[in-house]
Nanobody
Framework: QVRLVESGGGLVQAGDSLRLSCAAS????????MGWFRQAPGKEREFVAP????????DYADSVKGRFTISRDNAKNTVYLQMNSLKTEDTAVYYC????????????????WGQGTQVTVSS
């Protein structure tokens, strides 16, 4: 069983930075590829960034590339999303997800999801 808890969301101004954390309660964190997704009101949930199980291979949605960085600390069972140069368009609920499958950009390929953390970027 996997439990994921996101934290670090909040209200910030455009141009600010924010770091999200996802703490995973699992036996072997390194067995899971992880991903960050987000969902704005009235919008479909979209991928933000995935990261591989152990070597830290990562990728990003075009909308956040160059501004966001995903990382993981397997010793702490935690995945992070560093968000810089935030824009109002980044406002959404951000979700952490885990998969026993391979590195993926697709929501339906993730087995476990956190409750989400709200990120609101004001102008």
């Amino acid at each position: 069983q996997v439990r994921l808890v996101e934290s670090g969301g909040g209200l910030v101004q455009a141009g600010d930075s924010l770091r999200l954390s996802c703490a995973a309660s699992v036996r072997t964190f390194s067995s899971y590829a992880m991903g960050w997704f987000r969902q704005a009101p009235g919008k479909e949930r979209e991928f933000v960034a995935p990261i591989s199980r152990t070597v830290g291979r990562s990728d990003y949605a075009d909308s956040v590339k160059g501004r966001f960085t995903i990382s993981r600390d397997n010793a702490k069972n935690t995945v992070y999303l560093q968000m810089n140069s935030l824009k109002t368009e980044d406002t959404a609920v951000y979700y952490c997800a885990a998969t026993t499958g391979s590195y993926s950009y697709r929501t339906w390929e993730y087995n476990y999801w956190g409750q989400g953390t709200q990120v609101t970027v004001s102008s």
